[in-house]
């Protein structure tokens, strides 16, 4: 059993490679430090914003290559040094014990832990660190970050499995990660909120877009306009001013402004946690004014 509540005393995390046949590059050593330390950057924005971190890498002489990663607290006069285990290693076992393993799962909260047991290993976690896990592990970020950092990991095949030790105790494995559970890490899916639809569509009321190319005809075909500095199209959804365009009551030339309510189709982004316009309509025309340019566009 590993109990994290033992690393409180602790300043440092230390990331522990398992390696074999020629040891590691320094390129790929180099790369997996940048991505844990992205990784620990955006669980930390989720959990405990407001803190930096310092790095320093020891090579063992063990055959396997090891960084311990220290935090730093930014304060407002100093820099105050904080336990990485009370910041990230709760969190970041809670984040990946669920998907490194095919043994079954027995999680037992109790008043003040959150245990997580999985075949012959047992991690006993602070209770407070159960909520930030399950927000952290849906947080677009972080999901970002695991796949970016065992993508790197997985690319060398001299590293056979890593691990998150504590310095004090470096060669007590807390939650090992072998290679074959790398490609699940490195593909893991972002998780989009029950409450946020994949679509939706949002309504931007009473704005002005100038046209550049009219359909006088009623049809699929999209106009093309000029919204915002953007060239969108779209097409007319507006039975009344097909019928007044019918009528010669609109006579278009360049640089004419439309007032209208446009409808944006969005889709969500999952990675960046927000939704983007794919296409647009206009629900109705409420204003036709006429541009400086006066050509005819019929």
């Not at 590993?2 to 790929?28: K, N, P, R, S, W």
């Not at 320093?56 to 285990?85: H, M, T, Y």
């Not at 001013?241 to 446009?262: M, P, S, W």
Request: glycine letters at 4%; hydrophobic letters at 40%; aromatic letters at 8%.
């Amino acid at each position: 059993m590993v109990d994290i509540f033992e690393y409180e005393a602790d300043e440092e995390i230390l990331l522990h490679f398992d390696i074999g046949g020629d040891g590691l590059d320094t390129q790929t050593f180099g790369n997996a430090l940048i991505s844990f330390d992205a990784l620990y950057r955006a669980i930390n924005d989720v959990a405990n914003p407001g803190r930096e971190i310092e790095v320093e890498f020891i090579r063992s002489d063990q055959g396997s290559i090891r960084a311990i990663f220290r935090v730093v607290s930014k304060d407002v006069r100093s820099l105050i040094r904080a336990p990485i285990s009370l910041i990230l290693m709760p969190i970041l076992l809670g984040v990946l014990v669920n998907k490194v393993t095919s043994d079954s799962i027995n999680i037992i909260i109790k008043d003040d832990s959150y245990v997580v047991e999985h075949g012959s290993e047992k991690v006993v976690l602070p209770r407070s660190s159960a909520e930030l896990a399950k927000k952290a592990d849906g947080d677009p970020a972080v999901r970002r970050q695991v796949r970016s950092f065992f993508s790197v990991v997985e690319s060398n095949p001299t590293i056979s499995a890593i691990d998150f030790r504590s310095p004090s105790k470096p060669d007590s494995p807390v939650l090992p990660i072998e290679r074959k559970d790398f490609a699940t890490l490195r593909d893991l899916p972002d998780i989009v909120p029950l409450e946020a639809p994949r679509t939706r569509e949002e309504t931007y009321k009473r704005i002005p877009v100038v046209v550049i190319t009219a359909v006088l005809a009623r049809s699929t075909r999209k106009w093309q306009f000029l919204w915002q500095g953007h060239k969108i199209s779209a097409d007319i959804r507006d039975d009344i001013f097909f019928l007044k365009l019918a009528n010669h009551e609109y006579e278009f030339g360049q640089g004419d402004t439309l007032v209208v309510d446009l409808v944006a189709q969005q889709e969500l982004n999952t990675v960046a946690g927000a939704y983007e316009n794919k296409s647009y309509y206009i629900s109705r025309v409420h204003r036709h004014s006429k541009g400086s340019k006066q050509e005819s566009m019929l």
